[in-house]
């Protein structure tokens, strides 16, 4: 059974650091891509960051700069060293499985997920 | 970046009718599109990708449909669990989007 289970999430202050991680069990996490995708309290989905299984990565323009996506096979976790924080990074973060659905020449959807975990940044 | 525009925002309907979800993206994406539905405290559920084609265990109740710009969710004969959000997903480039959402309701 595919598992993604996500810790980390904290209360920080505005301009502060957090590391998120996400333990990935029950399949071959290494020849997977991985994601992390955000949902702000009342707010929808919001992509964030992704790593392909060659250490590609992509980030949404919102954290580009402030957040560092990178994975530990060895480990079979996921990470998301996130800096810089702001009010509006405050969201419930999920780790998911990356799926190319027909064929992987363009992006990805995201086939497994974590349930979240929640970042509040907040003076 | 690739807009993707969902509509309705609400569709309030009984269970065993027809909902009929509307996802319009700002430029072509083929059919690089992705359908999930979200309740609250949970993951989200990959439903249809690549336009029409059900994620595995998606039951036939889903369905979806178009290709470009413009792409629809079909859910024939409400069940009561499926009365959740609903959003779409492009992959046809990166930054990845998603829509901003339509909630079914129950009636």
């Known amino acids: 059974e595919v598992q993604l289970v996500e810790s980390g999430g904290d209360l920080v202050q505005p301009g502060g650091s957090l590391r998120l991680s996400c333990a990935a069990s029950?399949?071959?996490?290494?020849?997977?891509?991985m994601g992390w995708v955000r949902q702000a309290p009342g707010k929808g989905l919001e992509w964030v960051s992704y790593?392909?299984?060659?250490?590609?990565?992509f980030y949404a323009d919102s954290v580009k700069g402030r957040f560092t996506i990178s994975r530990d096979n060895a480990k079979n976790s996921l990470y998301l060293q996130m800096n810089s924080l702001r009010a509006e990074d405050t969201a419930v973060y999920h780790c998911?499985?990356?799926?190319?659905?027909?064929?992987?020449?363009?992006?990805?959807?995201?086939?497994?997920w974590g349930h979240g975990i929640l970042v509040t940044v907040s003076s | 970046e690739i807009l993707l525009t969902q509509s309705p925002a609400t569709l309030s309907l009984s269970p065993g009718e027809r909902a009929t979800l509307s996802c319009r993206a700002s430029?072509?994406?083929?059919?690089?599109l992705g359908w999930y539905q979200k309740k609250p405290g949970q993951a989200p559920r990959l439903l249809i990708y690549d336009a029409s084609n059900r994620a595995t265990g998606i039951p036939a109740r889903f369905s979806g449909s178009g290709s470009g710009t413009d792409f629809i969710l079909t859910i024939s004969n409400l069940e009561p669990e499926d009365f959740a959000v609903y959003f779409c997903q492009q992959r046809g480039s990166w930054p990845l989007t998603f829509g901003g959402g339509t909630k079914v309701e129950i009636k």
């Open positions: 430029q072509s994406i083929s059919s690089y």
């Open positions: 790593i392909t299984n060659q250490m590609t990565t």
């Open positions: 998911a499985r990356g799926y190319c659905g027909g064929g992987c020449e363009a992006g990805r959807y995201f086939d497994y």
């Open positions: 029950g399949f071959g996490f290494s020849i997977y891509g």
